[in-house]
């Protein structure tokens, strides 16, 4: 156990619906990042937050997704209208925000989403 | 562009065997290198991290190595366990970017 935690560890939904995901980082870290990865891949950034400002967006985040961090503690990934190509797990990570070695990212246990 | 490759894709051994994967990575300016090991259905957890400094670090019974000139990374694993099983990250950041870039890994197989 990280102490990065998620929830749901998994979802599945149907085609079109709504879905939302929480992380709880490591209290002290002021990094937040999300991540997808699917079967046989390394995970492929999103974004990242640093305390409650998000300050990068991947262009696979497309208008469908939405994070954010309020009061720069926990994250919420949130996915309108869902495709079947939505299915993958979903890798939350946080770190301390140091310079650095320092700066390692711990994950949690992710979330497994399939979409019908 | 930064880029990290693997090889090699997956890899099987008997228990007790010793193997090793490989890295090549493109990333600048280089700021350090990590290897990650995935379990199956669980998120990456870190093994090892060197800088352009260091060209060995230990973890246990894994040993990562770096070569800053021809820009590759391996990470021999000695005497392999069943739970050696998973998928092994090599990850380079840049002093540029708080976005690292990772492999698609190497899946190992250890067989009892």
């Known amino acids: 156990d990280t102490g990065v935690s998620q929830d749901p560890r998994h979802k599945i939904t149907k085609r079109g619906q709504n879905v939302t995901f929480r992380c709880d980082p490591i209290?002290?870290?002021?990094?937040l990042y999300w991540y997808r990865q699917t079967l046989g891949q390394g995970p492929e950034f999103l974004t990242y937050?640093?305390?409650?400002?998000?300050?990068?967006k991947s262009r696979l985040l497309s208008d469908r997704f939405s994070a954010e961090r309020p009061k720069g503690s926990f994250s919420t990934l949130e996915i309108q209208r869902t495709e079947q190509g939505d299915s993958a797990m979903y890798l939350c990570?946080?770190?301390?925000?140091?310079?650095?070695?320092?700066?390692?990212?711990?994950f949690g246990p992710g979330t497994r989403l399939t979409v019908l | 562009k930064n880029q990290v490759e693997q090889s090699p894709q997956s890899l099987i051994i008997l228990e007790g065997k010793n193997c090793t994967l490989q890295?090549?990575?493109?990333?600048?300016?280089?700021?350090?290198l990590r290897w990650y090991k995935q379990d199956t259905g669980r998120g990456p957890v870190s093994l090892t991290i060197?800088?352009?400094?260091?060209n060995t670090k230990s973890n246990g019974r894994y040993t990562a190595t770096l070569d800053a000139d021809t820009k590759q990374s391996s990470l021999h694993i000695t005497a392999s366990q069943l739970s050696d099983s998973a998928s092994y990250i090599c990850?380079?950041?840049?002093?540029?970017?708080?976005?690292?870039?990772f492999g698609r890994g190497t899946s190992l197989i250890v067989h009892p």
């Open positions: 890295c090549n990575y493109t990333v600048s300016p280089f700021s350090n």
């Open positions: 990570a946080s770190s301390t925000g140091l310079a650095g070695l320092a700066d390692t990212q711990y």
């Open positions: 060197m800088t352009f400094s260091e």
């Open positions: 937050f640093q305390n409650e400002a998000q300050l990068e």
């Open positions: 990850v380079g950041s840049s002093g540029g970017s708080y976005i690292p870039t």
């Open positions: 209290s002290e870290h002021n990094r």
